[in-house]
């Protein structure tokens, strides 16, 4: 597929680069199609493990205790990685994170980066669900250590040397370099192709699940401008929650800077999106509040965006014009998803949810399914 490539998995204390660290690394190195390297390493993160995320991965506060802190162990990944292309599953995840540890430690990371995801959206367009517990079920990949660091490196080695047959190394090697020149920075789930926008003057709209826009711009260089967000997203907040929620991007030309000056103005006030500074005079919006407890009852609950403070914003989801807007969308989800009635509020009681009875819920009601799990599928 490439020359020289290293498959890399982070285990972490959490989902945002900026506060939380790493747990364990696993990393195999590939030359020539030919396994060279395999290195894993548990890394004392220097803060506590929450609980959810010791049940969902299996690393507990006491297993690393004792273990090395990134700035030891950090040498012997830079070794690993000299050279070679970065490959991960969600790649900006893991990069993000490498990229605060080694400045840390006053070391700029410079490399390469390739998403297995990205890979998986060019091999099968067709299919939905790209993420590795989808990829496993369809190409009945087995591990007994999913959600472990050389567990999850394992899935993604037998994934592309299944690829290898299927599609032929000329095609792998063909999406590999595409995805290469210059869209790795891209958010995995984003539907738009960064090509398809135009480098003209005009405005831009972030758009996630639903109809609302997530967030409305302007440039005089649209293209660049749109890049630019994704390049940000390891650094700044605001840019890493736009990262996460969009799935596709709109765009409107003008003129010139006026024109897209104007046309922003306008849209920001029609749409009041949540992610404009703008929405702090807006009164009418609501969205989804996630409880970051897996067991919590309800774990979602809809707050007016006008109550909010901005720093609020990395656990809502939408916004809605209505609440029943918001139940439709969140009921669409859930049937979607095999997501649980009750634990999203949408079903009172005790005991297996309808949906489940139906087979629609995977049982996070009755003790089928981890509440781990069913939250970390929920904010998927």
């Known amino acids: 597929?490439?020359?020289c490539y290293v498959l890399l998995d982070l285990e972490t204390t959490g989902g945002n680069a900026l506060q939380d660290r790493i747990t364990e690394i696993a990393a195999v190195r590939v030359e020539s199609g030919v396994e060279v390297a395999r290195w894993s390493a548990l890394v004392n993160p220097g803060v506590r493990i929450p609980y959810f995320i010791e049940q969902l991965t299996g690393i507990h506060n006491t297993m690393v205790v004792n273990a090395p802190a990134f700035d030891e162990v950090g040498p012997t990944l830079l070794k690993l990685l000299d050279g070679a292309v970065l490959v991960a599953h969600?790649?900006?995840f893991d990069h993000g994170f490498l990229q605060h540890e080694f400045?840390?430690?006053g070391v700029t990371?410079?490399?390469k980066t390739l998403?297995?995801?990205?890979?998986?959206r060019l091999l099968y367009p067709q299919v939905k669900g790209h993420g590795l517990d989808a990829i496993m079920q369809r190409h009945g990949i087995v591990t007994a250590a999913r959600h472990r660091a050389m567990g999850d490196v394992e899935v993604m080695q037998q994934w592309l040397a299944l690829m290898a047959p299927a599609f032929g190394m000329e095609v792998l090697r063909t999406h590999a370099q595409t995805l290469l020149?210059?869209?790795a920075a891209l958010p995995p789930q984003l539907e738009t192709p960064l090509t398809d926008i135009p480098e003209g003057p005009g405005v831009y709209l972030f758009y996630g699940e639903g109809s609302i826009p997530l967030y409305v711009g302007k440039s005089v260089k649209l293209r660049s401008r749109v890049m630019s967000h994704f390049q940000a997203a390891t650094r700044e907040p605001r840019e890493m929650r736009i990262a996460q929620e969009i799935r596709r991007i709109e765009w409107l030309e003008t003129a010139g800077e006026l024109g897209a000056l104007l046309l922003e103005a306008r849209l920001v006030k029609q749409h009041q999106p949540i992610h404009n500074r703008q929405l702090r005079r807006a009164s009418s919006l609501s969205a989804w509040r996630l409880d970051p407890d897996p067991h919590c009852r309800p774990l979602l609950t809809l707050v007016q965006a006008s109550t909010l403070d901005p720093a609020q914003f990395g656990n809502l989801y939408g916004p809605y014009r209505s609440k029943n807007q918001a139940l439709?969308?969140?009921r669409e989800l859930a049937d979607q998803h095999g997501l649980c009635l009750q634990a999203l509020g949408?079903?009172?009681g005790k005991g297996r949810c309808f949906a489940h009875q139906i087979g629609h819920c995977k049982g996070v009601c009755c003790g089928e399914e981890a509440p781990e799990r069913h939250h970390l599928r929920l904010q998927m």
């Not at 998403?115 to 998986?120: A, K």
């Open 1 to 3: 597929m490439l020359p």
């Open 109 to 111: 990371l410079r490399v």
């Open 328 to 330: 439709s969308h969140l």
């Open 103 to 105: 400045a840390r430690m």
């Open 90 to 92: 969600n790649v900006r």
């Open 181 to 183: 020149q210059g869209s």
């Open 346 to 348: 949408l079903e009172s």
């Open 115 to 120: 998403c297995t995801v990205r890979l998986s």
